[in-house]
């Protein structure tokens, strides 16, 4: 599996980790994993580390634009938090924003972030508010 998924209790978050190539679906199956497999609370934020994955290298922007589109079913149940995207790699963050466009009108709010500090400040400022 290139996406594994495990909550972590203790900071109130989910994390979806890349290793390998992602695909479009990978992506689906990971949200549905998250939010209908296991019944993470949407409210809840979640990070997905593709520092150690191929996000570019893998995927064209057509397939990126799928991914957004065939997620649309889920986002009922992905409603009200917040998702990172994680990145190493400049393409890959190209590839994040794209995803976050392609995604503006999804009920959980996006960002892309290179620094995992960052991108977990700013999950759980929400989150603790």
Known sequence: MVVTTRIEEELGLAIQEIRGDLSVDEIVKAQQELYVGLGFDPAKPCLWDATHGNVAGAMTGSEMQQAASRGESLWGQMAGGRTAILVARDADFGMGRMYEQMA??????????RDRDEALAW???????
């Open 104 to 113: 503006a009108n999804m009920p959980r709010e996006l960002g892309v972030f």
């Open 123 to 129: 999950l759980l400022e929400r989150a603790s508010a």
